[in-house]
């Protein structure tokens, strides 16, 4: 599971279509005739999953797909996601009452104001056309922020106790140097054309004196550099190889014989030394890599509760006839 608490209201329902996989008609005849299946105590009604699947139909038809027939594999795959989707958020909702974790209204409504200055502006007739654009009322909008704040509350929970060190952020830092700093860079130009036969001509041109810029606009198929006398940044470890090869050896303002690449031959010029590779300072990333370590550390650790959840509701987990997934610990991610 990877841990994406979006503040989109959507989130949770995007979710829905993350992950494919078989099912099984198993399920238990004790669940309520107007459930799908209970958790603990509560129990998840039909309607719910019925909505899903009204959504699911309106996403086929934004995208001009044929919705799946009933008893096809593909309907079964929508139905099983469907299924872990609301099973995964009702574990949650159980879970946040042992964590006695509470979701007001005037949380829900305060995230709602936020999407709608982040995404509209502060303009609620828009939100309320997103809402009928997606299928959904208002009150479902609501249940999805509601359950994605739920989410949002126990991961930060159950993670609040993770740290990381000064001393895990320098080892990570020093096994890790090549990625915060600059590589090798020279400043070079070049004219680049398909036949070898053109490429001597011009080699020899310029090697007498030839006017690079004009012949770089007239003869170049390098669009990048053509209009500026073929001038560019060569930077280490982002041009193919040959070119690389020749670009950081040959002596200051050195003109190369036409060199091979996959894109052509390249009359390359040095116009100034190769610009060594520098380090970023550990003081300057260092935070940097603290706040990536511990947001990697706190998803590892919100993984191993989420498993723990499931195993620990497993035997309180009930489907009704019909609706219970092939695998039900393959759940979707939840954002």
Known sequence: MRRVFSTGFLALLVALLAVACGSDDGGSDSVPANSVAVVGDQSIPKSEFDDLISYAEKSYEAQN??????????????????????VQRTQFEVKA?????????????????????????GDKKKFDAELKAQGLSPEQARDIIR????????FNKVT???????EQAKKYYDQNKAQYGTPETRQV????????????RLYTQLRGGGDWKAIAKRYSQDPASKNTGGQMTATKGQLVPEFEQTAFTIGNNGISKPVKTQYGWHIIQALGPVKKSQSTPYNQVKEAIR????????NKEMEKWVADMRKDLEDETTYQVGYQPKETTEQPATG
């Open 65 to 86: 797909r044929p919705f799946p027939k009933v008893g096809t594999a593909e309907y079964v795959q929508l139905r099983d996601q469907a299924m872990r989707f609301l």
């Open 291 to 298: 706040q990536q370590l511990l947001q990697e550390n706190r």
């Open 189 to 200: 130009r070049h004219v680049l054309v398909k036949e070898k036969a053109l490429a001597d």
């Open 160 to 166: 609040k106790e993770v740290k990381v060190s000064d």
């Open 147 to 154: 359950a994605n704040l739920v989410q949002e509350a126990i």
């Open 97 to 121: 009452d042992d964590l006695d974790i509470d979701v007001t209204d005037e949380a829900v409504d305060k995230r709602i104001d936020q999407y709608i200055k982040e995404r509209h502006q």
